[in-house]
């Protein structure tokens, strides 16, 4: 439990020295939606969806405050630009950007794991402390 706590304390330091985020879609299977949500609210990272669930503003509102009733520090955010930029087409992504550099990973590794390997191994880890 320890050296997981130590991984989550350098993967936040990792997030606040660099713009991060995760792109989730209501198509998500609810469990793994929630989930990643969870995760985003324990580390701090906003989420982003591309658009509206059934293409509804109302159905997106009672489907987003029953997400923040449950994860009450919920950051979510709608930027279809925002999936256009990074070229997100499959969900859950993480991104961590970095000035002009970004990584992206695929899939539904704990984000803590996710991190890590970006921090290891992506193309900005030389711009990341």
């Known amino acids: 439990m320890r050296i997981f706590m130590i991984l989550i304390g350098l993967c936040l330091s990792f997030v606040s020295m660099a713009n991060t985020y995760v ?7 609810e469990t793994l939606m929630i989930e990643t949500l ?16 059934q293409n509804s503003m ?15 520090n919920l950051s979510l955010q709608i930027d279809p630009t925002a999936f256009e930029r990074f070229n997100i ?3 859950p992504a993480l991104v ?6 970004f990584d992206v990973i695929y899939g539904t590794l704990p984000l803590v794991e996710e991190l890590d390997r970006i921090q290891r191994r992506g193309e900005c880890k030389d711009g990341v402390q």
């Open 23 to 29: 792109f989730v879609s209501f198509s998500m299977p």
């Open 38 to 53: 969870q995760e985003c609210e324990r580390l701090h990272i906003p989420a982003i969806l591309n658009g509206l669930y």
């Open 58 to 72: 109302p159905e997106t509102a009672k489907k987003v405050m029953a997400l923040s009733n449950q994860i009450p």
């Open 96 to 101: 961590v950007e970095q000035g002009d550099c």
């Open 89 to 91: 087409h499959q969900v």
